[in-house]
């Protein structure tokens, strides 16, 4: 079962589910660090997959949704084992070994390769809008990292795995989105993350031996991570990308780091400098610029581009 194009009497919806998962995906950076102090990289991996499999596992079993057809399990396969699998390890590895702004800066490199990988692999055209709003962000992006750096605490192997937890995001979404124009949302979602736990279950001693010893906050921290940052919004996310180019929705993740900054203010206490403010205000910003569409003079009866009845994208 596919995913269709929302009727026009829904046209937010792929906003909402836009906003669901850039929401819960920041919210996703500070349980890291809570629990990374209790949990290995694989260990928090696999306890964060297994558990969003839980989730999604048992909302198939109450929508009865069946196994996805065949031409889709490529693009799932490669994204379970890149993005769902790979891309785990290598973030909750990286923020080990790195300051959390040095990781925001060099993961914030995936929504640019997205945009590269989806105009040669899939297509997606490339306005000028995008490009502006993906550099405002970008920028953004640059100056959040920079002003939460510690000054010293990054090393070379944590860059590396940040860069290469980008480099498996953006491919993963590139290869989800054909999957998403053969089955629904929920089926890549959850044969993705099943996928992911498979290729994760190499930790699976280590996740047996530190669930035994980690404090229950650690572990309910693993536990949200894999019901909310994953099973929900990694949905929601297939949801929109399935309504729009694979470009466009990795410009709405630059709205991540400022979220970031305001919830470690509210959860964790760390008040952010004005440096760090004015980097947030210019991550919103160029998603609100990449989002925009240009208003163009059109005959009399044929509507405008950007008129709501128009190409619906979140």
Known sequence: MTDRAAPAS?????????????????????????????????????????????????????????LPPRSAWRGIGISGVLWFGFYMVALNWGEQQVDAGTAALVVNVGPLLIALLGARLLGDPMPPRLLAGMAVSFAGAVTVGLSMADGGGSSVLGVMLCLLAAVAYAAGVVSQKPALARASALQVTTYGCLVGTVACLPFAGQLVHQVAGAPLSATLDMVYLGVFPTALAFTTWAYALARTTASRMGATTYAVPALVVLMSWLALGEVPGPVTLVGGVLCLAGVAVSRSRARTRAPRGVPAAGEPHSEQVP
């Open 10 to 66: 829904r046209p937010l919806l792929p906003v909402l589910a836009a906003a669901v998962t850039v929401v819960l995906w920041a919210s996703a950076f500070v349980a890291i660090r809570s629990a990374g102090g209790s949990y290995s990289p694989g260990a928090l991996a696999l306890g964060r997959l297994f558990s969003g499999s839980l989730a999604l596992g048992l909302l198939c079993l109450v929508r009865r949704e069946g």
